[in-house]
């Protein structure tokens, strides 16, 4: 069945369950918006849980710049077994006692892992390698190796230790830590290496998104809620946050007063605010309306996506 759209254009931030892919999600959300041009904002593997921040209509127009943003995470790091997908999902490779690493040696691993570092993503993420995703050349049993990029990890903080033993026997270490980091930075990467340089492997066994820029869990919405709010008895239409509420919660903010406003709407180069921004600035009029973002270049505010005219 077709549904007409319930809504109108904006951001839904959804609290993505276990078991579902990013594109799943996008699925659902098409159907309960009743349009196509739905998107997201960075995936989440469908072990993940979490913030999914989910763009409908114009709004799936500032999702690229909402990538750049700086992400938290909740994770659950199991030392002592190595994966074929470094997480829970995959086959265990290799298994090491891990009972007998020291919580300094910890401290260490992760004190390296912390901060401006080479990462290489895992194998089977979404990566493209010539037009064809990695995960797709591992299941077609392809060997290659992927080149180490620099990422950010603001935050790599152990919260608990437990001593467990695995399903073969071996005695393993599971550790609750957060994670804040930049964009591109792979939460079972991290966890593959800090067992790694520890010299028992690891991997990840939980991982929940917790924030995504300035969209935290606590106003996220899950797929069951949604789905009442356009399809159950007291529906409302579907949760959005207006796109000029997700701009302005997302980036700073430039007020115009009317004649900017109209010489913006027509085309004209403006002026920059000189703000000193290294990114997008949101453009606001004089009635509140969103217009555009734009980036401070050479004096001026240069354009890199319109919402009016």
């Given at each position: ?64 710049h ?21 997480d829970?999902e ?38 493209k390698i ?25 935050r790599?903080t ?42 028992v ?25 949604l ?6 008895e ?5 949760e ?21 406003a ?8 403006l ?10 600035i949101?453009v ?12 401070e270049?050479?004096?001026q505010?240069?354009?890199?996506a319109?919402?009016?005219?």
């Open positions: 069945m077709k549904r007409k759209g319930t809504g109108p254009d904006g951001l839904v931030i959804v609290d993505k369950p276990e078991g579902i892919t990013s594109h799943g999600v996008v699925a659902k959300l098409r159907w309960l918006a009743g349009t196509r041009k739905v998107g997201h904002a960075g995936t989440l593997d469908p072990m993940a849980t979490g913030v999914l921040v989910i763009g409908v209509e114009r709004a799936t127009r500032l999702l690229g909402l990538m750049l943003t700086a992400k938290t995470y909740e994770a659950t790091v199991r030392l002592g077994q190595t994966t074929v997908t470094d829970r995959g086959e265990v490779t290799a298994s090491t006692p891990a009972d007998g690493v020291t919580g300094e040696a910890i401290a260490a691993g992760v004190a390296a892992l912390t901060g401006e570092i080479m990462q290489v993503p895992s194998k089977v993420s979404a990566i010539d037009g064809k995703r990695s995960y797709a050349r591992v299941r077609e049993g392809e060997d290659f190796e992927l080149a180490a990029r620099p990422t950010t990890v603001h790599f152990v919260h608990e230790r437990r001593a467990a033993v695995a399903e073969d026997g071996t005695p393993v270490v599971d550790l609750d830590v957060t994670v804040e980091c930049s964009s591109g930075t792979y939460i079972r990467a991290l966890a593959r290496d800090l067992g790694a340089g520890l010299g492997g690891g991997h990840l066994t939980a991982l929940r998104r917790t924030k995504v820029g300035p969209y935290g869990v606590e106003s996220a919405h899950t797929l069951e809620q789905e009442a709010s356009v399809t159950g007291a529906a409302t239409g579907l959005v946050l207006p796109i000029a509420a997700a701009a302005a919660a997302a980036f700073p903010r430039w007020d115009l007063d009317a004649d900017q109209k010489q913006l709407s027509h085309g004209a180069r002026k920059a605010p000189g703000m000193g921004v290294d990114g997008p949101a606001f009029g004089p009635d509140g309306t969103f217009l555009a973002l734009v980036e270049q050479a004096g505010a240069r354009p890199v319109v919402f009016v005219g």
